[in-house]
T-cell receptor
């Protein structure tokens, strides 16, 4: 089936550094999402993105977070600066415009902030 | 506000046992109800969805019925296999381009 790719699979950085998580969504999808998962538990919605703009963001989407998708490139989540509580697995997802409830998830990027 | 509740954090069964995972939701809208499954090291994948009250979603032997009266969307399977071991998330879409997930239920199926 359709696949979402995420790069890197793991990232270890020191607190205060900047990190960029990359997502390659399904090719004909136009809605993109980031979710955060801690300790294999609840998936928490962070943000959604369509037509170059953030549509909605949750309280977890702090001011230090930003997303973008320059034409033809990855959909990215940038955290600057990072904090210890940002350690988690971040999942990217994408969906079609006519079926946004069926979101396809990538394998996740495990971020460890030391 | 809108929410979805899964009370069972972990379920342990033996192969061929009957599976029942409880899910209730609270929302002021008429959502699409979803079950996602997450295998170790992977992202969640959609297992089944139902868009209309009283309808049943069926996939890979799993089924769930959208009960608007009890606001429930329980997941069932008649006979589980070891390969069904995973985390199961009840979820719904908010008609606002995001999916709200429950806390997840870890299913362990013993051989």
């Amino acid at each position: 089936g359709p696949k979402v790719l995420q790069i890197p699979s793991h990232q270890i950085i020191d607190m205060g550094q900047m990190v960029t998580l990359n997502c390659d969504p399904v090719s004909n999808h136009l809605y993109f999402y980031w979710y955060k998962q801690i300790l294999g538990q609840q998936m928490e919605f962070l943000v959604n993105f369509y037509n170059g703009k953030v549509m909605e963001k949750s309280k977890l989407f702090k001011d230090q977070f930003s997303v973008e998708r320059p034409d033809g490139s990855y959909f990215t989540l940038k955290i600057q600066p990072t904090a210890l509580e940002d350690s988690a697995v971040y999942f990217c997802a994408s969906s079609r415009t006519d079926n946004y409830a069926e979101q396809f998830f990538g394998p996740g990027t495990r971020l460890t902030v030391l | 506000g809108d929410s979805v509740t899964q009370k069972q954090g972990q379920v342990t069964l033996s192969e061929d046992d009957f599976l029942f995972i409880n899910c209730t939701y609270s929302t002021t809208t008429y959502p699409t109800l979803l079950w996602y499954v997450q295998y170790p090291g992977q992202g969640p994948q959609l297992l089944l969805k139902v868009t209309t009250a009283n309808n049943k979603g069926i996939s890979r032997g799993f089924e769930a019925t959208y009960d608007k009266g009890t606001t429930s969307f329980h997941l069932q399977k008649a006979s589980v296999q070891e390969s069904d071991s995973a985390v199961y998330f009840c979820a719904y879409d908010t008609n606002a381009y995001k999916v709200i997930f429950g806390k997840g239920t870890h299913l362990h199926v013993l051989p």
